[in-house]
């Protein structure tokens, strides 16, 4: 077993690791008390290749592999994750989804200019009444020979507002059950879509959240991927990718508030010496970071079995389960061991622990890794 990282990935979390402190942390306070979209850094994490880093090249990505996209994954979120659930869905679930399950045309008209950041895509699956039980569609996609005309509300999704191509999960015949799923390629401006107002959340406030209404949207047949009743296993296929992604994300929530805990421990003095030497603090801080660790390698374990073809239901649901449920704990720690300062905005370690929650709902909640994780020990 070799731990070693290869030059090309170190060279990839370095890259991500400056981008994300020259041009994230500028203004995420901000961005966040505003819940401003950072419309300007998405454009340059394209121009970098940040948005389609594991698409093959001729459609205009990165090609890298998933280790290296976990690597800078855990870097961008570090210091925003509200830029790096961008990066995330237009990598894992968008990108991903089109390049393996698309066809050429699909590829040629949506994926290049996805994988370039020239545009941003949405995954839309959940819906007022379907979240974790995700065959329980309502948004229908009727068939009418040529062309599908869909209708109904999509909840929460992630890029709603400045996505301009959505992937959609819809039903088309309710009887045949996971089996009558489509996805469908939805364009911002085929008449009858409309954008819902956006969110207003606890955390990854920079991210735009947003319901969207279909009515009677024009879909034309081309724009369905794969074959017909094929959009569950769609789902459930692409989402598995997507676990790594965020599972990634937050570890880098994580590892971003232990940094700051850290060295804030060197740095504050309580009782005459630095909080760091008392050991209620450093036993804290070795727990800290033994449990970053451990979601590190659980993350690396599941972005090798994706690149060597292997399962990666599980390993990338407990990833996703671990990181997310590590990331809340020490979070929280981040900021008692900030004491007060931790509860001020300045300090960076509230924003990170209200980001954190997000990684135990979104992409299937812990009970949903849960489930995944089980149900592969009990098959
Ligand atoms: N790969 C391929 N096929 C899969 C699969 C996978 N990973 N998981 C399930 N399937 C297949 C099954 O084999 C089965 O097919 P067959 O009948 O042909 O054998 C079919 O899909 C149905 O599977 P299940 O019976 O297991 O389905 P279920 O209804 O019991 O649901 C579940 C399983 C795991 C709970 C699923 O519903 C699930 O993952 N729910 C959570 C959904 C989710 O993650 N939502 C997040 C929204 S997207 C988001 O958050 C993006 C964002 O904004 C950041």
């Known amino acids: 077993m070799d731990f070693t990282l290869t030059e090309e990935q170190i ?89 393996n399950f698309g066809t050429e045309e699909q590829k040629q008209k949506y994926l290049i200019p996805l994988a370039t950041g020239e ?112 959009g569950f296993k769609f789902a459930m296929k692409t989402l598995a990718g997507g676990r790594i992604g965020i599972a990634a994300q937050a570890l880098g929530i994580a590892s971003g508030a232990f940094e700051l805990a850290l060295q804030y421990s060197k740095e504050r003095k309580a009782f005459g010496k630095e909080i760091s030497k008392h050991q209620a603090i450093a036993f804290k801080l070795a727990d800290m970071a033994t449990e970053i660790e451990v979601a590190r390698l659980l993350c690396l374990k599941a972005a090798c079995d994706k690149d060597e073809h292997k399962n990666y239901d599980q390993s990338g649901a407990m990833a996703k389960l671990y990181a997310a449920e590590m990331a809340m704990r020490n979070t929280i720690e981040a900021v008692q061991i900030h004491g007060g300062y931790g509860f001020v905005k300045e300090y960076h370690v509230e924003r990170l622990m209200r980001d954190a ?23």
Request: aromatic share 6%; hydrophobic share 35%.
């Open 119 to 230: 545009i941003i895509g949405a995954f839309c699956l959940s819906e007022p009444e379907a979240g974790s039980d995700a065959t329980s569609q309502k948004t229908t996609a009727v068939d009418k020979g040529d062309h599908y005309i869909v209708n109904g509300t999509k909840n929460w999704i992630t890029n709603g507002g400045t996505a301009s191509v959505y992937l959609v999960i819809c039903q088309t015949d309710v009887e045949k059950g996971h089996k009558g799923i489509n996805a469908l390629i939805i364009e911002k401006d085929m008449e009858g879509f409309v954008v819902g107002p956006k969110e207003n959340k606890l955390g990854i406030r920079g991210s735009d959240t947003h319901s969207l209404m279909f009515n009677n949207v024009k879909v034309p047949k081309e724009n369905r991927i794969g074959e017909d009743g094929f």
């Open 357 to 379: 929650k997000i990684t135990q709902i979104y992409e299937g909640t812990s009970e949903i890794q849960k489930i995944v994780i089980s149900r592969g020990l009990l098959k």
């Open 11 to 99: 060279m990839i979390r370095d890259a991500a690791r400056d981008f994300a402190r020259n041009e994230l942390l500028p203004g995420v306070i901000e961005r966040d008390e505003k819940q401003e979209f950072p419309h300007e850094q998405i454009k340059k994490m394209g121009e970098l290749g940040f948005l389609g880093m594991m698409t093959d090249p001729k459609y205009g990505g990165g090609g890298m592999d998933t280790v290296s996209y976990v690597l800078a994954m855990e870097e961008i979120s570090k210091i925003d994750a509200s830029a790096s659930v961008v990066m995330s869905v237009n990598n894992s679930l968008v990108c991903w989804g089109l390049e």
